[in-house]
Every structure is written in C-alpha cells, then in structure tokens.
C-alpha cells in the first residue's frame, strides 16, 4: 500500500485566545484566592499606616540627629534630650504595633494555608 493512502487527513486548526473572563468570574477568582476577603483588607491598611509611621519615624530621627549637631547650650542639650526620651517611647510603641502585626499576618497565613489544604483533601 502506498504511504499517502494511509495518512489521515487533519483540519487545520486555528488558534483562539481565551474569552477575557466576566466581572462575576473576576470577582470569583478573587474570593478564592482570599484578596477580596475584609481580613486581607484589613491587614493591607494597616501595613500602610505602618509603613506611613515609620517614615515619620524616620523624618524624625534625621531632625533629631541635625539637632543634636546644633545643640550647644545647656538648654538646648536639655531639650534635645527631651526630644529623645519622647522619640524613644514612640519607637517603642512602634515596634509593638508592629510586633502584633507580624502575629496577625502570620495568623492570616496560617489560616489560608489549613484552608487551602482542606480545599486540596476535598477534591
């Protein structure tokens, strides 16, 4: 038998991209990937005002340290001083919020993972 007989003839075929998903499947997908859930939204603004804090923080400290370069008098040492007690204990705040911040992500996480598993045993 001839080669060409046995060839099976093929449509040839055209490549379509994917219809772009509907908002309802957008909204779907981000519901179960958890970044529409109040918790993830939650913590997301807070990790801002965080972040916001501590360039503040930040600001501050470099004026501080250009005040103490400007600091001769004893007044001025004794201000200066002031100024540092009162940075400290706000630095000290700080690293609290932050601190209970780590804990409530690392909660979050923990969360989403068992989630994720039980979402995995379930299928």
């Known amino acids: 038998p001839d080669q060409r007989e ?7 075929s055209v490549y379509k991209p994917p219809k772009p998903p509907g908002q309802e499947e957008v909204q779907k997908k981000a519901d179960e990937t958890g970044t ?5 939204e939650r913590l997301r603004q807070q990790e801002e005002t965080l972040t ?3 360039n503040a923080l930040t600001k501050e400290r470099d004026r501080l340290n250009q ?4 600091a ?4 001025q040492i004794k201000e200066y001083n002031r100024s540092i007690v009162d940075f ?3 630095i000290q705040a700080f690293e609290e919020k932050q601190k209970l911040f780590a804990a409530e992500v690392e909660k979050y996480n923990a969360e989403k993972k068992a989630q994720e ?3 995995q ?3």
Request: net charge positive; glycine share 0%; proline share 3%.
């Open 72 to 75: 001769v008098t004893p007044q």
């Open 88 to 90: 400290n204990a706000r």
């Open 67 to 70: 005040e103490k370069q400007n």
């Open 117 to 119: 598993k039980t979402k």
């Open 36 to 40: 529409a859930d109040k918790e993830y």
């Open 52 to 54: 916001r804090e501590r």
């Open 121 to 123: 045993n379930e299928q």
């Open 6 to 12: 046995q060839v099976k003839s093929y449509k040839e």
